[in-house]
DNA sequence: CGGAATCCCATGCGATACTG
DNA sequence: CAGTATCGCATGGGATTCCG
């Protein structure tokens, strides 16, 4: 491996040579929602190629910001203690990206890891902590998310279960977490489909959940 | 560029399609240091081949990083304000690489630009807050570097000055920074070796700049 | 002399096929 | 399901040349 060298020394020139390949801040991206299979990697990265993904694994692991974890004859891959440290790395990024954003293209897909991150990302822990504890159920996509906010915590778990608002949403919920798009009006114009649970609840998530833009 | 498709849609991705190409951080890092010539940034990184910046340079200017700013017969590249938004992420880098630096390799280089923003991401404005103004001039390896703490301001310019206290290091000042060596061990062994002023301004530089490993 | 464009070669990446 | 093997191509590295 020994990630092509930028022949600098210092924090940032080190980080890279870490995690600067392409794929790995991905990789570490999924691997921060929790440990994952390889083939929950591959899924959650659709255009990886095998052979890049099984590198990057053995890149990440040589270098300690992952860990292969035998689990009862599969094994799971997770982040190291050191590698956890990127959260706020991959955090950054994401926010910064956010803004970026256009319209999705045809060929790009939305994860269930990659939505887990985004709404951490976004997630307003001080206003959090003054609302009621609350429960999401959102359909974003492909993905089905439980969201749950308690204080200033939140736990974002795969799969549905007993929420508070029950809604469906495209990729123009972005819109709705960057404040240009008023809740009422995401309900009005289709962009959120409350399912079940009373409409002023997406207040609550959307000041919950912000990103300015 | 675009070739280089991650097909997610979120912004973690959207950010590694503008910024995550091999040097562009790099590349970043030093325009936050301050608008930089062509041959500066060349200069700055001594390894990217010329037709690698020249793109780099083009391709962070079509996606709004990087803006070329015509001054006087030369021109300047400087970030746009939304690159600018980039510093975060950055130091979050350097933070997390400065925990993985070991010793400097023969083939790598310490340069002005790296060494400003490490001192950036070392900053302690909170604790720099409640001590005294201070000018420190420090010449790390090849960069003189001109380091104004004023309360929780900080300002870090090339080349020398009037300062409180005067010290040359090598790359073992990493050390001092992370708190495994103390202010006088670090002169008694002559990682840090002061030219001008009194010993003990150098607990007050290692205080104000520090960076757990 | 600063700011590239152009060559050539080495390597990393992507796609697909294959194997334990 | 969890990876390896292979191959063609795009990209990066380095030196050189070009242009204003």
Redesign the interface.
């Known amino acids: 491996m020994a990630a092509?060298?930028?022949?600098?020394?210092?924090?940032?020139?080190?980080?890279?040579?870490?995690v600067?390949e392409?794929?790995a801040?991905?990789i570490v991206?999924d691997l921060l929602v929790g440990p994952r299979r390889y083939g929950e990697l591959a899924a959650g990265?659709?255009?990886i190629p095998s052979n890049i993904l099984a590198s990057r694994l053995k890149e990440l692991q040589a270098?300690?910001v992952i860990r292969r974890m035998p689990r009862s004859r599969v094994v799971l891959y997770e982040l190291t203690p050191?590698g956890r440290?990127?959260e706020?790395?991959?955090l950054?990024?994401?926010?910064?990206?956010?803004?970026?954003?256009g319209d999705?293209?045809d060929?790009?897909?939305?994860?269930a890891d990659?939505?887990t991150?985004?709404l951490r990302?976004a997630f307003r822990a001080d206003v959090a902590e003054s609302l009621p504890a609350t429960a999401y159920a959102a359909r974003l996509g492909p993905a089905e998310l439980l969201i749950r906010v308690d204080g200033s915590r939140l736990a974002v778990d795969r799969g549905t279960g007993p929420a508070d608002l029950d809604f469906t949403a495209g990729?123009d919920i972005r819109h709705l977490i960057s404040g240009e798009l008023a809740p009422a009006r995401a309900i009005a114009t289709g962009v959120v489909e409350v399912l079940r649970g009373p409409d002023e609840l997406l207040d609550r998530f959307a000041s919950t959940f912000h990103l300015a833009a």
């Not at 950054?92 to 954003?101: D, E, I, T, V």
């Not at 060929?107 to 994860?111: N, S, Y």
């Open positions: 092509r060298d930028y022949g600098q020394y210092d924090g940032i020139t080190r980080a890279l040579e870490l600067g392409r794929w801040l991905l991206r990265l659709p255009r270098v300690g050191y440290e990127l706020p790395v991959v950054a990024l994401g926010a910064w990206g956010f803004k970026a954003m999705p293209r060929d790009q897909v939305v994860t990659s939505m991150i985004a990302t990729p």
